[in-house]
């Protein structure tokens, strides 16, 4: 089928299944199009608990698929291509936490919202990259086991007086930028333009940054700032979404496309197949989505 085509079949199985689309800011421009509501991870989880409909289409990583159906159980959770997934989340493993539980017993376990179900379900409690900081702040706890993403929790760690425990664990995406990009990017810059950063960059990375902020920060950020030119240090797909969001503004790459595979992979024959073939449904035992649902809750 040629794009209309795809277009109208999804649209009208849409409606026959019951179906909401979910998309991450990072997806490819057409799915962010097809999409009913497309956002940051904790807005798609947040909007999952929330809808109507009986099938939600979730296009993104395999974990947000993951805390979707955590989150709403009842509905059938889809997601269009079962290998778009996560490589940070699989840097680590339940048997990981727990030899570092082990090792660190007066440790809170804060678990960073990009990991599976399997993880989530040994933490404490999982936190967002725009909620980390007030996450680990609400703690009493004065040593914090912060997982999977050693920048993410770096980054947090130099406003915070507590006592971090790291797993090296990193997104291949923002952990590839180096100093000497970020070196030539500053020296070539007008002194107007804002650098605005996703915080799982490595922090020597994040030093050059303006602003540090999530997806969801970024957004909003564009939409209420007197400046008009923005160098966007995060995966491509948000200059997309910031373009449509926000389109008064300029925004400029760090000299390159930063591109997240996984991101990627679905396009919208994917979303067809998975609305007309049910593919790929997930599910969890319910002890694990319990337990993982019981450290989001927090």
């Given at each position: 089928m040629d794009k209309n085509a795809l277009i109208e079949g999804i649209n009208a199985l849409k409606k026959e299944k019951n179906a909401i689309i979910l998309a991450h800011n990072y997806q490819n421009p057409e799915i962010q199009d097809i999409a009913d509501f497309v956002g940051d991870s904790l807005e798609l989880a947040k909007i999952s608990e929330k809808i109507k409909e009986e099938v939600i289409v979730l296009c993104g990583v395999f974990f947000m698929a993951e805390t979707s159906h955590m989150l709403a159980p009842d509905k059938q959770v889809l997601l269009p291509v079962l290998t778009a997934d996560c490589p940070m989340a699989?840097?680590?493993?339940?048997?990981?936490?727990?030899?570092?539980?082990?090792?660190?017993?007066?440790?809170?376990?804060?678990?960073?919202?990009?990991?599976?179900?399997?993880?989530?379900?040994?933490?404490?409690?999982?936190?967002?990259?725009?909620?980390?900081?007030?996450?680990?702040?609400?703690?009493?706890?004065?040593e914090i086991i912060f997982i999977p993403d050693r920048n993410l929790g770096r980054n947090m760690a130099r406003f915070i007086a507590k006592k971090f425990i790291y797993h090296e664990g990193f997104c291949p995406t923002h952990e590839e930028i180096s100093e000497e990009e970020m070196r030539t990017l500053k020296d070539s810059l007008p002194h107007q333009v804002e650098i605005i950063m996703h915080?799982?960059?490595?922090?020597?990375?994040?030093?050059?940054?303006?602003?540090?902020?999530?997806?969801?920060?970024?957004?909003?950020?564009?939409?209420?700032?007197?400046?008009?030119?923005?160098?966007?240090?995060?995966?491509?797909?948000?200059?997309?979404?910031?373009?449509?969001?926000?389109?008064?503004?300029?925004?400029?790459?760090?000299?390159?496309?930063?591109?997240?595979?996984?991101?990627?992979?679905?396009?919208?024959?994917?979303?067809?197949?998975?609305?007309?073939?049910?593919?790929?449904?997930?599910?969890?035992?319910?002890?694990?989505?319990?337990?993982?649902?019981?450290?989001?809750?927090?």
């Open positions: 699989r840097m680590i493993t339940k048997e990981d936490v727990l030899k570092l539980k082990e090792v660190h017993p007066k440790a809170a376990v804060v678990t960073y919202v990009n990991s599976t179900a399997d993880v989530k379900a040994v933490s404490d409690i999982c936190c967002t990259s725009s909620n980390a900081m007030k996450v680990i702040q609400s703690l009493k706890e004065e915080p799982e960059v490595n922090p020597k990375i994040a030093a050059y940054a303006d602003k540090l902020l999530s997806t969801g920060g970024i957004l909003k950020y564009a939409q209420i700032s007197e400046n008009r030119d923005f160098i966007i240090g995060t995966e491509m797909g948000m200059h997309y979404r910031l373009e449509k969001i926000a389109p008064q503004n300029r925004y400029f790459n760090i000299g390159r496309d930063m591109v997240c595979p996984n991101m990627k992979k679905i396009h919208l024959q994917d979303v067809y197949d998975a609305l007309s073939k049910g593919t790929h449904l997930i599910s969890l035992p319910a002890d694990v989505r319990e337990k993982a649902k019981a450290a989001i809750d927090r």
